[in-house]
């Protein structure tokens, strides 16, 4: 009797043996799952029973690092805006007040599913403190979603308040569940005080940062050398995260070797976003215009922790996200000159981050994992992974798969469909 494929699989199945499954490491063989963690003694277990995993892979699942969901499926909404970071930010601006905290929920709830089909399992998303009355009513949206997909999708929250904000408001969203506090101090009059507060304002409750940090190919933008030294006597575990980095990319060797080298003694880490900035800068460059990603390779021989985000879903700053982390990957590949390996390594890196248990296919690991339909990760970031199966725990949590059909060549009928 035949065994099961995992294109059989459907949500809530459990997994036992996947036999012949190839890992990251390009090695095939078998892999068990017991009582929710990986297990490579196989020969323990009887009997020949299991999923036939012949043509797929087990990888890591997705962590997208950077997200604002409540903003997601926005853009036709305010008007099929394009443009440059600051005119998106204006835009925002004009159409924030309209959104509702029924249509930030109805948004935000669509991009954690669509995450979670493309094998995403761990999000850190921005919340802004919305345009109009009533600014924290994105943050209470985003929180009851973060209960609603727990044991799906590990969210943390990060409070993105602006330079006019009082502090008894970052405060209140403090108190409403943000786990973090985050912003963009390059939009306030003054950034180097602007962060300054938002570090004080964490250092009260005892939590960590995630800040918007040089979203500019200003090459004297470098906040993120500020960041590093007010946060470097912080405790080894509290987050204190860099998002964007852009001006990175336009720094001469030495100036690049000394900032990256405060941050890595900072504990810094870094989550890059290529398909917003690639789409965000370069607008006053009609030529020769720059990439807008950070040095990622140097970034990480650095020794800092380098992770990646889809930023936006839909919205005034990019009209074409799909918060699909295999995009983001290929892009790290494409326009960051990391290899697959790499880029899928990356785009899996928010993790421990969130301080939650290794999930790299390892003897002892949770099962959590991603299936592709693929013999390499290049393959499987090449064709962007059409097949996938999403694993909690050892329990399939989502699928998606590719239904394809072909003409006969002579006669244009219908012949061929593979499912």
């Not at 900035?277 to 922790?305: C, D, F, K, M």
């Amino acid at each position: 009797m035949a065994l099961p494929t995992p294109d059989t699989l459907v949500p809530g199945d459990r997994l036992g043996v996947l036999r012949n499954i190839t890992t990251a490491d390009g090695a095939t063989g078998d892999l068990a799952v017991v009582e929710g963690t990986v297990s490579t003694a196989v020969e323990d277990l009887a009997g020949t029973s299991g999923v036939d995993a012949t043509g797929w892979m087990s990888l890591p699942p997705l962590a997208d690092m950077h997200a604002h969901i409540d903003k997601a499926y926005t853009w036709e909404m305010a008007g099929r805006p394009a443009g440059s970071l600051e005119d998106a930010v204006a835009c925002w601006q004009r159409f924030g007040a309209r959104l509702t905290e029924e249509q930030i929920t109805t948004h935000a709830r669509r991009a954690l599913m669509a995450a979670l089909r493309a094998g995403v399992t761990t999000m850190r998303t921005h919340v802004n403190f919305h345009e109009g009355v009533d600014p924290l009513r994105g943050l209470r949206a985003v929180v009851a979603l973060r209960a609603e997909f727990s044991g799906l999708v590990d969210l943390q929250v990060v409070a993105m308040h602006g330079h006019l904000h009082e502090d008894d408001l970052i405060r209140e969203a403090i108190s409403r569940g943000a786990d973090l506090l985050g912003g963009a101090p390059h939009l306030s009059p003054d950034p180097i005080a602007e962060m300054d507060r938002t570090i004080a304002l964490a250092e009260e409750a005892g939590i960590g940062v995630d800040l918007h940090t040089d979203e500019t190919l200003d090459p004297h933008s470098l906040d993120i050398a500020h960041l590093s030294r007010i946060t470097a006597h912080w405790p080894a575990d509290r987050t204190r995260s860099a998002g964007h980095c852009v001006s990175l990319a336009v720094q001469q060797p030495q100036a690049l070797t000394e900032v990256l080298a405060t941050a890595a003694a900072a504990g810094l880490s870094i989550i890059t976003n290529p398909l917003t900035n690639l789409y965000l800068q370069g607008w006053e460059h009609p030529v020769s215009t720059p990439r807008a990603i950070p040095p990622l390779r140097a970034i990480r021989e650095a020794g800092i922790a380098l992770a990646a985000g889809g930023d936006n879903v839909q919205d005034p700053f990019n009209p074409l996200g799909n918060g699909d982390m295999v995009d983001v990957a290929a892009a790290l590949v494409i326009a960051g000159h990391l290899s697959p390996a790499e880029a899928w390594q990356v785009s899996s890196a928010g993790r421990p981050l969130l301080g939650l248990r290794p999930a790299a296919g390892e003897h002892g690991d949770v099962a959590d994992m991603v299936l592709v339909r693929a013999s390499s990760i290049a393959e499987a970031l090449a064709e962007r992974a059409p097949d996938r199966v999403v694993v909690r725990e050892g329990r399939v949590v989502a699928t998606r798969r590719l239904s394809t059909a072909t003409v006969d060549i002579d006669t244009h009928a219908p012949k061929e469909i593979t499912v």
